[in-house]
């Protein structure tokens, strides 16, 4: 099993910006990949960012060129800054962990942007 937490979410200002974290425990090397998704009100849950454990990177269309994945090595912290912040990223963010038993995902943390 894999768990993962995240932290950093919180309140901010239209064009402002947040950087999230997220920590892995447990068979921390079976991980293939880490990375976001989130869900707004009313919205299906989509793909925010990933990275693999090779370090390729993907994110979602809606936040190319505004956030950032990165982390400090394959299977630890792993970070989200997102910059220009708008009021449509409000959202739970949640962690998530591609492993070879299975998918994971953290409890999320709560982003909302005001106008």
């Known amino acids: 099993q894999v768990q993962l937490v995240e932290s950093g979410g919180g309140l901010v200002q239209a064009g402002g910006s947040l950087r999230l974290s997220c920590v892995a425990s447990?068979?921390?090397?079976?991980?293939?990949?880490m990375g976001w998704h989130r869900q707004a009100p009313g919205k299906q849950r989509e793909l925010v960012a990933l990275?693999?454990?090779?370090?390729?990177?993907h994110y979602g269309d809606s936040v190319k060129g505004r956030f950032t994945i990165s982390r400090d090595n394959a299977y630890g912290p792993v970070f989200l800054q997102m910059n220009s912040l708008k009021p449509e990223d409000t959202a739970v963010y949640y962690c998530?962990?591609?492993?070879?038993?299975?998918?994971?995902w953290g409890q999320g943390t709560q982003v909302t942007v005001s106008s």
């Open positions: 998530t962990a591609g492993a070879t038993m299975g998918n994971f």
């Open positions: 447990g068979n921390i090397f079976s991980i293939n990949f």
């Open positions: 990275i693999t454990v090779a370090g390729n990177t």
